[in-house]
Each structure stands twice: as structure tokens, then as C-alpha cells.
């Protein structure tokens, strides 16, 4: 079979699971994000969209459906930032700042693990702003930039902050403002509460598509090195840490579901996003706002679990035991 074919068998695989999730489940209750309004009921237009995106190792990149409709990436965000901290300081210090658990409440709860005297985990808004506050620059532009930086070597591709977005969030973000300076109040940041907000709201507001995303996804699941471009992110040694609290604290207070369910690292984003490394094998990218009650993406969530079963991905898959529950092989194909 030539290259050709399997792409286009591919691209017609994707296109089949992007048309039997098209259509959001009936019995679901379906929420959209807005920057500066917050969580509603959807109108039809919110929910129309709906991206998916999968990038190899070898660098190929399909997407289907919306899949070059720019969105911000939000939570998904929280992933990149990690990495940068954990290159500036190393694990241990970075640990000693956030942990590693998983709270099991709300992405946005005012909780910190107060045995240990830091938030829980870097995927939680209270973490997020603490690995924020890590960065190493002189100044907000320069930390900034880094963050920036470290995002378009993943991407492969230059990236931008959406300042409408980040303008609407700073305005009417009192929730995180009251987590930092309830952390400045605390101990557990350094830096200036308003700055530290700022930086983490412009990194939550970078505009992807979902063929970066899937790229983003790729470069994880390669140790942190671009594919495409064979460029570096950030130090491969710290690609095990990153994936494995994507594993356990990716996808809000549904992280053990997904785990049991889905079994692969991932990270969503309140604007409906999905970043999804398949260690050593491939990345997926998802956009669909409509969102559930953790605030994940109904269709990415549904949709990837169909791929993970399908190709039997859980990180504790086996064919004797996919066997026994019905489902299929890891050797088989989308189809």
C-alpha cells in the first residue's frame, strides 16, 4: 500500500468517527464557555463546531470537520507552562512548590493540600498560578515570551495571544484573582498577584487550531520533540512527569473516569479543546464546545474513548483482555 492510500484511508476513518459523533447525545445536558460571560446554555451556533485532528510521529497530520477553526486554548494551557517550570527548576523544586495529586474537586476550587502547604496539582487553577509563578524571566514580557516560545516549538508553528480574550477574562475573572492573593496570603507565590493573573490569563488565551493541537499532542507523545521539525520544547527527561499528571489530573474532577474509561494522558480546555499524547504512538487533537458538567468536551470525551477502544490504547490494554470484554485488538484499524 503506497502512502497515498493510507492517508487517504485514514483521512476517510477520521471522517466516518467525525460523522457518527457529529450530532451531540439527546439526553445530555450541554454547556458552552464564553470569555467575559462565563458558562451558559448553548445557542446553535456555539455548538456547531466540531474539530478532530491527528498527528503521527512521522509527521503527518489529518483533520477533519472543524479542524482550522481557532479557538483559545484555556486549561489546555496549564500543560505547556508545567513543562517550562519543571525545565527551570527541575522536578524537586517544582514538587515542593505544586504537587502531584489529584484534588477531586473542581478545577476552580479555593483549595490547597494544606498537609503539604501548596495546591494539589498544576492542572488546577490554583496550581496553574503557582507553576505561572515559577517562570523564570525579569520581567512579564520575558516570561511571556518563554511560555510563548516553548508553545510554538511544540506547535511547529507561530502562535499568538487573542488580546480580545485575554482583555474579557481580566476584566471579570474574580474567582482566580481571589486564588492568587489567597496564595500570596499564604506563601505560595512570590511574584506581584496581578502579574502572575495577567501571565496566566494571556497563556489560557493562545489561539490554537485543532491540527495544532494534534501536533502539541505529538510532541509529548514524543518526549517533547516536535516531530515535523525534530525541534526540542523542553528536556525529554521531564516528558514522564508532564504525561503522567496529565494521566491522573488532566481532565478536571472526571481524571478517574477518563483514566479507567479512556486510559491515555490528556487536558481539556473550558473552550471545548482536547490535547490527547498517545505515548510513543500519536497525538489527537479535538475541538467541540459543547461541554459537560466537569466542563470537558461532551464529543472529545465520546470520540476518544471510541479511538481507545478501537485501537486499544488504555495504557493497560491487553488483547486477552479486550477479548474478554468484547472489544477489539490493539492491531486493529478504525474501521
Known amino acids: 500500500m503506497t502512502t497515498s492510500e493510507i492517508r487517504r484511508q485514514i483521512d476517510a476513518r477520521l471522517e466516518d468517527l467525525h460523522r457518527r459523533h457529529r450530532e451531540l447525545p439527546p439526553d445530555r445536558e450541554v454547556r458552552c464557555y464564553t470569555p467575559g460571560r462565563g458558562y451558559h446554555a448553548p445557542d446553535g451556533e456555539e455548538i456547531r463546531h466540531f474539530g478532530l485532528a491527528l498527528a503521527s510521529l512521522e509527521g503527518d497530520n489529518h483533520g477533519v470537520g472543524d479542524a482550522e477553526v481557532p479557538f483559545a486554548m484555556q486549561s489546555i494551557s496549564k500543560v505547556f507552562t508545567y513543562a517550562l517550570a519543571l525545565a527551570d527548576h527541575g522536578r524537586e523544586h517544582v514538587l515542593s512548590r505544586v504537587g502531584v495529586e489529584p484534588s477531586g474537586d473542581s478545577f476552580r476550587s479555593i483549595v490547597f493540600d494544606e498537609r503539604a502547604r501548596r495546591p494539589y496539582n498544576p492542572m488546577v487553577n490554583a496550581g496553574a498560578l503557582v507553576t505561572v509563578d515559577l517562570v523564570e524571566g525579569d520581567d512579564l514580557a520575558t516570561k511571556r515570551a518563554r511560555i510563548l516560545e516553548l508553545m510554538q516549538v511544540a506547535a511547529g508553528e507561530p502562535l499568538e495571544v487573542d488580546e480580545d480574550v485575554f482583555q474579557q477574562e481580566i ?3 474574580d474567582r482566580n484573582r481571589a486564588i492568587v492573593y489567597l496564595l500570596r496570603s499564604e506563601g505560595m507565590i512570590d511574584g506581584d498577584p496581578e502579574e502572575v493573573l495577567a501571565l496566566y490569563l494571556q497563556q489560557c488565551s493562545v489561539t490554537v487550531t485543532c491540527r495544532t493541537l494534534a501536533t502539541m499532542a505529538a510532541t509529548l507523545a514524543n518526549g517533547g520533540v516536535n ?9 525529554r527527561r521531564y516528558a514522564r512527569d508532564v504525561l503522567t499528571v496529565m494521566y491522573t489530573c488532566g481532565m478536571y474532577d472526571f481524571a478517574g473516569q477518563w483514566a479507567f474509561e479512556v486510559g491515555v494522558p490528556a487536558k481539556s480546555g473550558i473552550s471545548g479543546g482536547l490535547l490527547v499524547p498517545i505515548p ?4 489527537i487533537g479535538v475541538y467541540s464546545p459543547g461541554l459537560d458538567e466537569h466542563g470537558n468536551s461532551i464529543r472529545g470525551v465520546d470520540v476518544c474513548r471510541e479511538i481507545s477502544v478501537r485501537l486499544g490504547l488504555h495504557v493497560f490494554a491487553t488483547e486477552e483482555e479486550d477479548a474478554l470484554l468484547g472489544l477489539r485488538s ?5 474501521d
Open 171 to 173: 476584566r471579570t475573572d
Open 227 to 235: 516531530p515535523v521539525t525534530g525541534d526540542a520544547a523542553f528536556p
Open 280 to 283: 510513543g504512538k500519536l497525538g
Open 330 to 334: 490493539p492491531a486493529a484499524h478504525l
